[in-house]
C-alpha cells in the first residue's frame, strides 16, 4: 500500500451537529486515534423523543460540559 501526502485538506479538533433533537447535539472528535462522540443535552430540553443507547460500554454525565 502507497501511503500519499495530502495537502490543504482541512482538519477539525471537533464536528458538532446542533439540534440531532430538541434540545441535543451530537459532538464527534478524535481520541488517540480513535473516534468518539458525546450527546450534549442543553438545560431543560422539550424531549418529544425518547432517548436509547443499545450496546453502550458507560456512560458518564459531564455537569462542566458547555
Not at 501526502?5 to 434540545?23: E, K, T
Not at 480513535?34 to 423523543?49: G, R, Y
Amino acid at each position: 500500500m502507497t501511503r500519499r501526502l495530502l495537502r490543504g485538506v482541512p482538519n477539525y479538533a471537533q464536528v458538532r451537529y446542533s439540534r440531532i433533537y430538541s434540545g441535543t447535539d451530537l459532538v464527534f472528535y478524535g481520541n488517540g486515534g480513535a473516534l468518539e462522540h458525546d450527546f450534549v443535552l442543553q438545560p431543560k430540553p422539550i424531549l418529544s423523543h425518547r432517548f436509547q443507547l443499545d450496546g453502550a460500554e458507560s456512560v458518564t454525565l459531564d455537569e462542566n460540559a458547555i
